[in-house]
């Protein structure tokens, strides 16, 4: 791994307390333990998890750039790739990612879906797009996240059976990473 390589999370909306939350902390931990730098932090307007407010945080704050993946999670996802589209990256990784509000008034107020999404500049402005996402999401229909993966073309880890990832390990996107990072 290149001594400048860095991890960023970057969780869904409704999270204010990301080293309590699903899996954020867990990874956190891990990947610190593994001596690879990580950022975790609180959001600003973590319930809307306003565009206007993350991509600039995650870009003057937590300090992005072209040796950072960014692992995105539900709303954090659409961050990611709204930043990949604007921003140099080493990779994205996409957890419970959609390309629409889906209908909700909150999603929508986030700002992220009132436009095109720009595939091609994420795809040039990453060298490694991951996601994962799973048929039985109850928030996200799968056919929102195989647009993803029809426009993106990522290493896609496709589950039957873990929601919206919700759960406080998740071994599958570290094994991952860590060959990655090698």
Known sequence: MSSSMKIVIVPGNG???PFTANWYGWLHKKLTEMKIPCRLETMPDP????ESEWIPYVHKELNCDEN?????????????MRYAEKY??????????????LGDENERASG?????????EMKKNTDLIIQFGSTDDPFIAWPEQQEIADN????LHKFTD???????TFP???NVLKTKLK
Do not use: Q
């Open 172 to 174: 599958e996107l570290l």
């Open 47 to 50: 319930y809307t998890a306003s």
């Open 15 to 17: 999270c204010t307390n």
């Open 112 to 120: 992220y879906y009132n436009r095109p999404w720009l595939w091609e």
């Open 68 to 80: 950072t993946i960014v692992v995105g999670h539900s709303s954090g996802a659409e961050a990611a």
């Open 152 to 155: 993106l073309n990522p290493e």
């Open 162 to 168: 873990k929601g919206h990832f919700m759960s406080s």
């Open 88 to 101: 140099k990256l080493k990779g994205i990784t996409l957890v419970s990612g959609c390309v629409t509000d």
